[in-house]
C-alpha cells in the first residue's frame, strides 16, 4: 500500500519547460520627426494680448519656442478608466526646426514611461497648445496620471484649444471644423490614403495581439501630421485676430467681428461688420451693426443702419421694431413710432411665425400716448 508521501509524489507535475518571463520593459519607444523651420510661417515672438483675445482667457506672451503642441491617439473616445493615451506626440520649435517627438507604449506596461516623458515636455514648456485638448486629451492624461499615481504637472499651465477658437473663426462658412477639414479649406493641405480616426482603436489591438508594427505605421502619420498642422492653425489664426480685414471670406470677417464685440472691442468689431456688408452675409452684418451701436448708446448711427436695412427691406419686421422703439423712447417722435409700428403690422401679416398681438398692442399704447399728447 502507498505511503501518503508515494501518492503526493505521484500527483506532482512533471518538470517540463520553464515558463518564460516577460522582461521588464525599460522605456517605451520614441520617434522623431525634424521639419525645417523654413516650412513654418509662425513668428518667433507671439503677443499673449492676441492670444487672449483668441482664448477668451488671460495667455502671457511667449516665444514659440516655449509652446508645446499635444496630441494624442487613443483607445476609446470616452474618459473611462479602460481608455489610454497609446500614442502621445508633442511638437516644439527649436533652433531652425520644428521637431515632432511621439510616445508610444506598445504595451501597457509601457504608460508610466510614456507619461514620465510627457509631463517633461509639458513642464519645460510656457503655453500649451491642443485642439481639443481641454475637453479631451488633457482631461483623459489627468485621469491616466492619476491611476498611475502621478503627480499632475499641467493643470495650471496656460493652454490654447485651437478647436472652440477654430469653430467661432469659421464654422460659419465651412460647418465641419474638424483638423481634417481645416486643414483642406485653410491651408489647402489635402491629406493622401489618411486613416480615419474611427479606426484607431482597432488598429493599436490589433497590433498588442499580433505585434505587426506595420498596423500602427499609418496612425504615427497621421499623428505627426496633426501635430504640424496645430502649429499652421495657431498662425492663421493668429494673424486673423491681429488682421482681421486678411480674412478673404465675408463669413469669416463676420465671425472675427462677433469674437471682437464679444471681448469688448467694439469699434474692432464694426469695421468687422462693415467689411462683411456684402451679398448674403449682408443681413447679418447690418443686423449685428445695429445692435452694436444700439447697445453702446449711439441711437443716432443705429437708426442710419435700420434705415438702410428697411430701405432694402432686410430683416422682416425687426428694424422697423427697432424704429419704433428709438422713435418712441430717444427722439420722442410718437408719430414716426406709429408710423413704423403701422407698416410692421402690415409686413407681418403676411408672415404667420409674427407675433402679431404684441404688434397691435404696440401700435394702440401708441395711439393713448399720441391723443394724451
Known amino acids: 500500500m502507498l505511503s501518503l508521501r508515494d501518492k503526493l509524489k505521484a500527483t506532482a507535475p512533471t518538470a517540463g519547460k520553464p515558463k518564460q518571463v516577460k522582461p521588464a520593459p525599460e522605456d517605451c519607444l520614441l520617434r522623431e520627426t525634424v521639419v525645417p523651420l523654413k516650412q ?32 494624442t491617439e487613443t483607445t476609446g473616445l470616452s474618459h473611462g478608466a479602460g481608455t489610454v493615451a497609446f500614442l502621445v506626440g508633442v511638437g516644439y520649435f527649436t533652433g531652425d526646426t520644428f521637431v515632432v517627438r511621439q510616445y508610444l507604449m506598445r504595451d501597457y506596461d509601457e504608460e508610466i514611461f510614456l507619461l514620465n516623458h510627457i509631463a517633461g515636455h509639458i513642464e519645460k514648456s510656457r503655453v500649451l497648445c491642443t485642439f481639443n485638448g481641454a475637453t479631451f486629451d488633457m482631461p483623459l492624461l489627468e485621469s491616466r496620471y492619476t491611476m498611475q499615481r502621478m503627480r499632475n504637472r499641467y493643470r495650471e499651465k496656460p493652454h490654447v484649444d485651437l478647436l472652440p477658437i477654430s469653430r467661432r473663426v469659421w464654422k460659419l462658412r465651412l460647418k465641419k471644423c474638424n483638423l481634417t477639414s481645416l486643414e483642406e479649406a485653410v491651408l489647402g493641405i489635402q491629406r493622401q490614403d489618411d486613416l480615419p480616426g474611427a479606426l484607431v482603436p482597432e488598429r493599436y ?9 506595420s498596423l500602427l505605421e499609418d496612425i504615427l502619420e497621421h499623428n505627426a501630421q496633426d501635430i504640424i498642422s496645430l502649429a499652421h492653425i495657431l498662425d492663421r489664426l493668429m494673424r486673423l485676430h491681429d488682421a482681421p480685414l486678411l480674412a478673404e471670406e465675408p463669413e469669416d470677417v463676420y465671425s472675427l467681428g462677433k469674437i471682437y464685440e464679444k471681448r469688448g472691442k467694439h469699434d474692432r468689431a464694426r469695421m468687422c461688420y462693415r467689411a462683411a456688408d456684402q451679398g448674403s452675409m449682408s443681413l447679418l452684418a447690418r443686423g449685428k451693426m445695429a445692435d452694436s451701436y444700439r447697445h453702446s448708446g449711439d441711437w443716432e448711427a443705429a437708426a442710419k443702419v435700420y434705415g438702410k436695412m428697411i430701405a432694402q427691406r432686410q430683416g422682416g419686421v425687426g428694424p422697423l421694431i427697432a424704429m419704433a422703439k428709438i422713435c418712441e423712447h430717444k427722439t420722442k417722435d410718437i408719430p414716426a413710432a406709429i408710423e413704423y409700428t403701422r407698416r410692421a403690422i402690415v409686413l407681418a401679416a403676411d408672415r404667420p411665425d409674427s407675433d402679431m398681438p404684441a404688434l397691435q398692442k404696440r401700435y394702440q399704447r401708441l395711439m393713448m400716448k399720441a391723443r394724451k399728447e
Open 205 to 213: 489591438f490589433s497590433f498588442l495581439k499580433t505585434r505587426d508594427f
Open 40 to 71: 513654418f510661417t509662425l513668428p518667433d515672438f507671439l503677443s499673449g494680448q492676441t492670444l487672449t483675445l483668441m482664448q477668451g482667457r488671460e495667455i502671457p506672451d511667449c516665444h514659440r519656442e516655449e509652446i508645446c503642441f499635444l496630441d
